[in-house]
């Protein structure tokens, strides 16, 4: 397993950015694939899938609700993997969580199949 370390949440207001961070480390931690997933507090909801970033081709899958606001980047050589997230609204409010598989699959996970999960790291969007 990978140990994964997020950073860089906090409190903004609607329409402002925000660039998270996760650390990785472990063995062969730069061949993991890399993605973020979210939960919103409270809900009792599954962690809902962001984005994902392949280890070697960067290939990115995203969802849906933050196509064209959030892009995520990864540097192998610091093993960190990055979510700018741009526009942000009230609905992005959570729990951001950091996530790792060594397969690839599709890109788009369900949380059930996630190698490693980071400890969070909380968003909150005001009006």
């Known amino acids: 397993q990978v140990q994964l370390v997020e950073s860089g949440g906090g409190l903004v207001q609607a329409g402002d950015s925000l660039r998270l961070s996760c650390a990785a480390s472990?063995?062969?931690?730069?061949?993991?694939?890399m993605g973020w997933f979210r939960q919103t507090p409270g809900t009792g909801k599954e962690r809902e899938f962001v984005?994902?970033?392949?280890?070697?081709?960067?290939?990115?899958k995203y969802a849906d609700s933050v196509k064209g606001r959030f892009t995520i980047s990864r540097d192998n050589a610091e093993n960190t993997v990055f979510l700018q997230m741009n526009t942000l609204k009230a609905e992005d409010t959570a729990v951001y969580y950091c996530?790792?598989?060594?397969?690839?699959?599709?890109?788009?996970?369900?949380?059930?199949?996630?190698?490693?999960w980071g400890k969070g790291t909380l968003v909150t969007v005001s009006l």
């Open positions: 472990g063995q062969a931690s730069s061949r993991y694939h």
């Open positions: 996530a790792a598989r060594p397969t690839w699959a599709t890109g788009y996970w369900a949380a059930r199949t996630v190698d490693s």
């Open positions: 984005a994902s970033i392949a280890w070697r081709e960067h290939i990115t």
